[in-house]
């Protein structure tokens, strides 16, 4: 899929860089042997030997189905000038492949910086932005996105749904793509007239050194809890892998919600650092320099601070949603914007893909919300502003992903039963390689431990239902749910297939299609119109 991409994108066009530049500019780099390094022109990094071309730089270094040196020759045959690998590679290579080959201890520890300087370091051009945090980075990128041009400014974009580079628009296939094709998206923002880059920082990416070589004017922290485990292993370490954005070397200035520990503890870090810290609270009462007020459950608040008070509106419903504004708030202001540019920029609609995503489906339907929770802190939060919105019966899906850290999965069937839902329908999300019922029936203990928990405190439990596959969901919930009731569909949000099978096995499946079809399939006449926002 990126291999086509780039195809009809063309290949960027910065000045070509000497390789002796590169040996002379990047730390711990060695040629073998003799090198004519000042006649030897590069124009990019790839990891793919089937994207190499000519003057590319090909890095081979250690993956999952092997190491990349057995590619070196195909990506020579295609026109890369040199290859850069590890000490494995070199070893590999050692009878000679043609071009110069360079050597380091860890190839993807310089990969960002080496890709940077190909590209012309077009991350220096743009205002950067960066956003981590377990829930709460699309939504936050997405109401920046909005502000900007509200300011007048023409930010790009990198997050889980989209890619906006220039005012193109079109689907993302990661949330922060690998160094060389970040920088190459920079460069073409750049290219394109875009002034900024609003981006989602995965801990994924700083763990694997994508954003290495990338400095950002503001970066912020929304939040941390059970996620990613099974590549982290433990919350310390997935701790530790954000940490690593909060240092001078990648940012100028940070904006941290302390409202979990896992705040505290990074607003602390970052601030002895060196890194000049904003610290924001989703209530009063936590030391914070920053804080929200109004009444739940509105959209409209006030955002407290040192001398002055911003009264915001988020454009999404929740109290999650007021934080992510006022995170957005912030990074405003630490770009030096005034407090009356910031309250303009964030008054308007903001549609985030699969984030609250609401489906009407008209008079004598639930209303429908497609929405990416995929964190037993997320749901609640998603749920618990929709029971504040709903006259009628709310029903949750509850479901986890295959090949992916099951310790969440009991976890997410809990927090389904105490969401304040009255319906919870245990379903398929993207199962990959894992038996689905499997899955559901780690869900399902979840929900009956919770259940009973709540019969045993006297306090009301939820009907609960198991519906094999999605599709089933969506129409039991759509008969379930009434009128004056709400249709929640956890898990998926703004993706288009369905992981299923070997890996890369993908089937098309949209939540908001299905929705569509279902109720065509109820009424018994043909789709209904659709107004998404």
């Not at 000497?18 to 022109?41: K, M, S, T």
Request: contains cysteine; negative net charge.
């Amino acid at each position: 899929m990126e291999s086509a991409e780039r195809a009809r994108e063309g290949r960027p066009s910065p000045r070509p860089v000497l390789l002796a530049e590169l040996l002379a500019e990047i730390e711990g780099l060695h040629p073998i042997g003799d090198v004519p390094g000042d006649l030897i022109v590069l124009h990019r990094a790839v990891e793919d030997h089937r994207q190499a071309g000519p003057g590319d730089l090909f890095v081979a270094r250690q993956g999952g189905d092997g190491h990349g040196a057995r590619h070196a020759a195909a990506a020579v045959r295609a026109g890369a000038a040199a290859v850069l690998t590890d000490p494995r590679g070199a070893r590999l290579l050692s009878e000679g492949i043609g071009v110069p080959v360079v050597v380091v201890e860890d190839p993807r520890a310089v990969l960002g910086p080496v890709a940077a300087r190909l590209q012309g370091h077009p991350a220096s051009g743009l205002t950067m932005l960066g956003i981590t945090g377990t829930n709460g980075k699309t939504t936050t990128a997405y109401l920046l996105e909005a502000a900007l041009l509200r300011l007048g400014r023409r930010p790009g974009m990198l997050s889980s749904p989209e890619t906006v580079v220039g005012d193109r628009r079109r689907s993302s296939t990661v949330t922060t793509p690998a160094a060389p094709r970040l920088q190459e998206l920079l460069g073409r923002m750049r290219d394109a007239g875009n002034d900024a880059c609003v981006m989602e920082v995965s801990s994924h990416a700083l763990d694997q050194h994508r954003v290495d070589g990338v400095h950002y004017d503001v970066v912020a922290f929304t939040n941390l809890s059970h996620e990613h485990l099974d590549y982290h292993g433990d919350m310390a370490a997935y701790l530790d892998a954000k940490a690593r954005l909060f240092t001078p070397g990648f940012a100028s200035r940070a904006v941290v919600v302390v409202d979990d520990d896992g705040g505290r503890r990074l607003r602390d870090l970052a601030a002895h650092r060196g890194v000049p810290v904003v610290s924001l609270a989703g209530s009063p009462g936590t030391d914070a320099q920053w804080h929200i007020a109004g009444e739940p459950g509105e959209d409209a608040f006030h955002l407290h601070g040192p001398g002055e008070s911003l009264p915001l509106r988020t454009p999404l419903p929740g109290e999650h949603n007021r934080v992510n504004t006022a995170v957005a708030a912030l990074v405003l202001l630490e770009l030096g914007y005034s407090s009356g540019e910031v309250v303009h920029a964030l008054d308007g609609p903001v549609t985030v893909p699969g984030r609250m995503e609401h489906i009407d489906l008209g008079p004598g339907w639930p209303g429908v919300v497609v929405d990416f929770v995929h964190t037993p802190d997320a749901l609640r939060a998603s749920a618990a502003a929709l029971r504040a919105r709903t006259r009628g019966r709310l029903v949750v899906t509850a479901s986890s992903g295959g090949d992916r850290d099951p310790t969440k999965r009991e976890p997410a069937g809990a927090a389904a039963v105490d969401s304040g839902a009255d319906v919870v329908l245990v379903t398929d999300d993207n199962p990959r390689s894992e038996d689905p019922a499997a899955i559901r029936a780690a869900v399902l203990r979840g929900v009956r431990r919770a259940v009973a928990a709540r019969r045993s405190a006297g306090l009301p439990v939820p009907e609960v239902h198991e519906l094999p596959t999605r599709q089933e969901a969506i129409r039991f919930a759509l008969e379930t749910a009434g009128p004056d009731g709400t249709v929640a569909l956890y898990g998926k949000g703004h993706e288009q297939w369905t992981e299923i099978g070997p890996p890369g096995g993908r089937v098309p499946f949209v939540d908001r299609d299905e929705v569509l079809a279902a109720a065509a399939a109820i009424s018994g006449a043909r789709k209904p119109s659709c107004t998404c926002s």
